[in-house]
Nanobody
Framework: QVQLVQSGGGLVQAGGSLRLSCVALGRAFSEYRVGWFRQAPGKEREFVAR????????DYADSVKGRFTITRDNAKNTVYLQMSSLKPEDTAAYYC???????????????WGQGTQVTVSS
């Protein structure tokens, strides 16, 4: 089974940018579709973005569309989430997730990263 290791995140002022990385260990990441999710304190986990196995398809939550970009480099076994024009409401723990089955639009994932905190100050 693949292991996902996240990096990036931190504290940034509103309007700033951050990049999150999700590295796959143990399996070729090209076998997996990948999604990013986030969970703010007291709120349910929500979908942020997803990308197909070869990166040809992407999808975003309306709340981040035009500000966040998901990309992948399968040669580096890495998926990125570039976040720009950050808002205080983007503050949350961010998680990457991967699945080696199902279509891009499936909500099921069989591997999760450890999470990384993003805090946007006003």
């Amino acid at each position: 089974q693949v292991q996902l290791v996240q990096s990036g995140g931190g504290l940034v002022q509103a309007g700033g940018s951050l990049r999150l990385s999700c590295v796959a260990l143990g399996r070729a990441f090209s076998e997996y579709r990948v999604g990013w999710f986030r969970q703010a304190p007291g709120k349910e986990r929500e979908f942020v973005a997803r990308i197909s196995r070869i990166g040809s398809l992407t999808d975003y939550a309306d709340s981040v569309k035009g500000r966040f970009t998901i990309t992948r480099d399968n040669a580096k076994n890495t998926v990125y989430l570039q976040m720009s024009s950050l808002k205080p409401e983007d503050t949350a723990a961010y998680y990457c997730a991967a699945a080696d089955y199902g279509p891009l639009w499936s909500t099921e994932y069989n591997a999760w990263g450890q999470g990384t905190q993003v805090t946007v100050s006003s």
